[in-house]
């Protein structure tokens, strides 16, 4: 896109959305952008959903087109959060993990913790590539 489309877009923009500045905790912006990419949906699209639903402003997102791919879409974002999810889940698995003390991680706890943690690795794998 040349440097004139670019100032177009961005006057566009100017006088059409408002920017908000928001601080958030690293590791939640972090797994908000990875969940948004995962889902294949914008940030600014899922934050002004949750604004517009909050604010109960009963104005409507832009309406998808009905096609062939609906149902697809549907399952591919259930993928996604489900994806999302045991991403969650295992980066709370793994904090645990790594908190063990020196004395125990030798134990048949520990041992299932480790296969707990692969098992979801391969989960998530496997929901990947069928994603």
Known sequence: MGN????????WND??????????DPELAAAF??????????????????????CKTGKK??????????T???RRKSVAD???RMECIRDAES????????NLRGSSAYEDAEESLSTMDEVIDLLESIY
């Open 95 to 102: 904090l645990c993990h790594d908190n063990v003390p020196e």
């Open 33 to 54: 952008k990875r969940a948004c990419r995962i889902a294949d949906v914008s940030m600014a699209g899922e934050i002004s959903k949750f604004m517009s639903e909050y």
């Open 82 to 84: 489900i994806i999302s």
């Open 4 to 11: 004139a489309a670019n100032m177009a877009k961005s006057r």
């Open 72 to 74: 697809r879409r549907k």
């Open 61 to 70: 997102r832009k309406t998808e087109v009905k096609d062939d791919f609906s």
């Open 15 to 24: 006088a059409h959305y408002k920017q908000i500045k928001v601080s958030v």
